[in-house]
C-alpha cells in the first residue's frame, strides 16, 4: 500500500483501524523495514540482471531524509535503473543514496558494458568516456530545450521541432517492426533528418546573434553538447531515442514522495529502494506485488 498505491502509514493505520485492526504507526513502519531487510537477495539478484543486459535507462531524483536534531530534512537522492533486455525492460531498479556525488552512479555502472541512456548529467558524461560503454543522450531532453525557449528566431525554433517530430514519428513505425528492419528505418529515415539537424544548429550556434545566456542559446549548445552521441540510437536494435523509460519510472517515487514527503534515515532510504524496485516491477509486468512478495520460493 505505500509503495504500490502512495499511501503515508499513518493513512494505512486509519484504514486498518476503520476494520477494527488496531496497529501502531511504530509496529508498521519496523514491518516495513524488516520486509525490505529479507527482500534485499531479490533486490541484488534483479540488480544483477540489469547490470548483464545491453540496455539500460537511467535518472535521478531528490528525496528528503529526516535527520534526528535538525529542524530541515537533508536532501538525498533515488536513482532508477531499467533494464533485462527487449525495448521494453522488465525491471526497475531503486538505489537509494546519500547525495548526488557522480560516484554513486559510476561505482553502479563501473563494470557495465552496453548502451546507457540518460540525461546530461556531468556523471554520465563521464561514463560516456568509457569504451565499454555507449551512451545516448535523451532527445527529448534536447526537444524540451527548444521547447521553453521564447527568445531567439523562433522560425528556426520551429522547425527544429518539426524535425524531432520527424524522428519520433518514424521511432513509432520503427520500433513496432522487426530489429532488422528497425534498423533499416533508422538508417534510411531517421539519419539523414539527424545529420541535417546537427549541421543547421551548428550553422545557426556559430553566428553567435542570439544572446549569450537566453534559453535559445541553451537549446543550442545543449544539442551541440550531445551531438556525437545522440545518434547512436541508429545502429543498435535495442535502444531508445530518448530516455522517456527512465523518466517513466521516476514518476510513481514522485507520487509517493508527495505523499509520504520523506524516509526517516539511511535505512529506511534503502528500505524503501528494495520494496520500490520489487513492486514497480511487478505492477510494470502485470503481476499482482502482494502474490509475489507472499509467493514461497519464487524468482
Not at 59 to 68: A, C, G, M, R, S
Not at 192 to 199: A, G
Request: charged content about 30%; glycine content about 6%; hydrophobic content about 35%.
Amino acid at each position: 500500500m505505500k509503495f504500490g498505491d502512495h499511501l503515508p502509514l499513518y493513512r494505512i493505520q486509519e484504514i486498518l483501524e476503520r476494520d477494527q485492526i488496531t496497529i501502531s504507526r511504530q509496529l508498521l513502519s519496523h514491518w516495513v523495514l524488516t520486509i525490505g531487510e529479507n527482500l534485499i537477495p531479490l533486490y541484488n539478484l534483479m540488480e544483477k540482471r540489469i547490470l548483464k543486459s545491453n540496455s539500460i535507462f537511467v535518472d535521478e531524483t531528490p528525496i528528503n531524509i529526516l535527520v534526528k536534531g535538525k529542524k530541515k530534512a537533508h536532501e538525498g537522492y533515488m536513482w532508477v535503473y531499467r533494464g533485462g533486455g527487449s525495448l521494453d525492460p522488465p525491471y526497475t531498479l531503486y538505489d537509494f543514496c546519500m547525495n548526488r556525488n557522480h560516484s554513486n552512479v559510476i561505482n553502479k555502472l563501473k563494470n557495465y558494458k552496453g548502451l546507457l541512456h540518460s540525461d546530461k548529467y556531468g556523471a554520465y558524461e563521464t561514463l560516456s568516456k568509457k569504451e565499454e560503454i555507449i551512451w545516448q543522450p535523451c532527445m527529448a531532453h534536447a526537444r524540451r530545450y527548444f521547447l521553453e525557449s521564447q527568445t531567439g528566431d523562433q522560425t528556426f525554433k520551429n522547425w527544429v521541432l518539426k524535425k524531432i517530430r520527424y524522428l519520433y514519428m518514424f521511432e513509432r513505425v520503427a520500433k513496432a517492426r522487426s530489429p532488422k528492419e528497425r534498423l533499416k528505418i533508422r538508417e534510411e529515415k531517421e539519419k539523414p533528418i539527424l545529420e541535417e539537424l546537427t549541421k543547421k544548429i551548428k550553422e545557426k550556434l556559430l553566428e553567435g546573434k542570439a544572446l549569450p545566456k537566453s534559453k535559445y542559446t541553451k537549446a543550442l549548445k545543449y544539442f551541440i553538447g550531445v551531438a556525437n552521441h545522440i545518434g547512436n540510437y541508429l545502429k543498435h536494435e535495442e535502444a531508445h531515442i530518448d530516455n522517456n523509460v527512465a523518466e517513466k519510472a521516476i514518476r510513481p517515487l514522485v507520487i509517493g514522495r508527495k505523499n509520504w514527503l520523506f524516509v526517516g534515515s539511511e535505512k529506511g532510504g534503502e528500505t524503501a529502494a528494495t520494496l520500490l524496485s520489487l513492486i514497480q516491477t511487478c505492477r510494470h509486468l502485470k503481476i499482482n506485488p502482494r502474490d509475489y512478495i507472499e509467493a514461497p520460493g519464487r524468482e
